[in-house]
């Protein structure tokens, strides 16, 4: 059986001499959501620009519901749905003429539009003029499009870029639905992972080209480990007593804050019992997590906004 719906081997695309995506192995489960993560410039659109066959890799395959970009590609396109940057429409005209439009082109039913407009919760506002739309019923509207000729696969370039907290939550159970009730596998890029962290099965985290991490969210939520954080008199001298013992620990002077990482309880026990023995005094200990945004950030080296 086919396990994955997008899987590329080295993809890679120079312009000139700078490599924009480097030797990418993308691993899409078929019906999952795979969250493609990155900050402002790290290759994403350009590499979902490969995957709609839009621009040519300049090395690597391309393997898309099991075929060969390079060799099926009519056959693939014709099964994937895709929303890249901003939609385009006729603004004058309502949302249901968009479809009815691209639905004549590709010889689509009438019930159709109005089953993907239903799908994306445009059906009471299909008769009004575009130009009247929010961003996010644009964007809807845009997904409806992408929805209409029953693709497999669904790509989604930032569609969350822009819109408030409310709309990206209607992208997000929209999205949501897609595998559970159609069986459709989505790929939905985004700079911020708190926008998809609560929808993506999967994630592979792209920065300056390179895909460092892909995985599921679990194994991504592995990776936030808590940590002690233990107020003191003296964290420098506490930091070196605990290092002393094994654990790591990094002081942090202006607040008075000694931060260990700490995997089980038992360990901050001892940490306390060791720091109070050697005289230091404890003014407060709090065991921290790192959020999945602290490691996103971590991975792809961004400052902290905190
Ligand atoms: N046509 C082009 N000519 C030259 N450089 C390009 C071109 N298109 C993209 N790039 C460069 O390739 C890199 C990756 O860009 P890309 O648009 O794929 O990033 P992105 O992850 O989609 O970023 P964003 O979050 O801003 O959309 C960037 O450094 C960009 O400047
Ligand atoms: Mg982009």
Redo the contacts with the bound molecule.
């Keep these: 059986m086919l396990e994955y719906a997008i899987d590329t081997k080295q993809l890679t695309r120079r312009?000139g001499r700078?490599e924009?995506?480097k030797e990418i192995n993308l691993k899409v489960p078929i019906g999952g959501i795979y969250g493609f993560l990155?900050?402002?410039?790290?290759?994403?659109?350009?590499?979902i620009r490969m995957l709609l066959g839009l621009i040519k890799p300049s090395s690597g395959e391309i393997s898309i519901l099991g075929k060969d970009l390079k060799r099926d590609r009519i056959n693939i396109l014709g099964e994937i749905g895709s929303l890249v940057e901003s939609p385009s429409y006729y603004a004058h005209l309502s949302g249901y003429k968009n479809l009815k439009i691209i639905a004549l082109i590709r010889g689509i039913s009438e019930t159709r539009i109005k089953e993907v407009l239903k799908l994306v919760r445009l059906d009471k506002d299909a008769y009004r003029q575009v130009k009247n739309y929010s961003l996010g019923m644009k964007q809807r509207l845009g997904i409806a499009a992408a929805l209409i000729t029953y693709p497999k696969l669904l790509i989604l370039?930032?569609p969350t870029n822009g819109l408030d907290p409310s709309g990206i939550q209607e992208i997000r159970e929209l999205i949501t639905r897609l595998p559970r009730d159609y069986g459709i596998t989505v790929l939905i890029?985004s700079?911020l992972l708190s926008e998809i962290e609560q929808v993506a099965t999967h994630v592979g985290i792209?920065n300056n080209?390179e895909l460092i991490f892909q995985g599921s969210i679990q194994k991504l939520t592995e990776k936030s480990r808590p940590y002690l954080w233990i107020e003191t008199d003296h964290p420098e001298e506490a930091a070196i007593a605990l290092r002393q013992y094994g654990w790591d620990a990094d002081p942090e002077l202006v607040t008075n804050q000694v931060k260990t990482s700490v995997i089980e309880k038992p360990q901050s026990a001892e940490m306390i019992k060791l720091l109070v023995n050697s005289q230091h005094e404890i003014y407060r200990v709090a065991e921290k997590k790192k959020t999945l945004e602290d490691i996103f950030l971590e991975l792809t080296g961004q400052e902290h906004s905190l």
């Design positions: 312009i700078r924009t995506v990155g900050p402002n410039g790290a290759g994403k659109t350009t590499t370039d930032e890029s700079h792209i080209g």
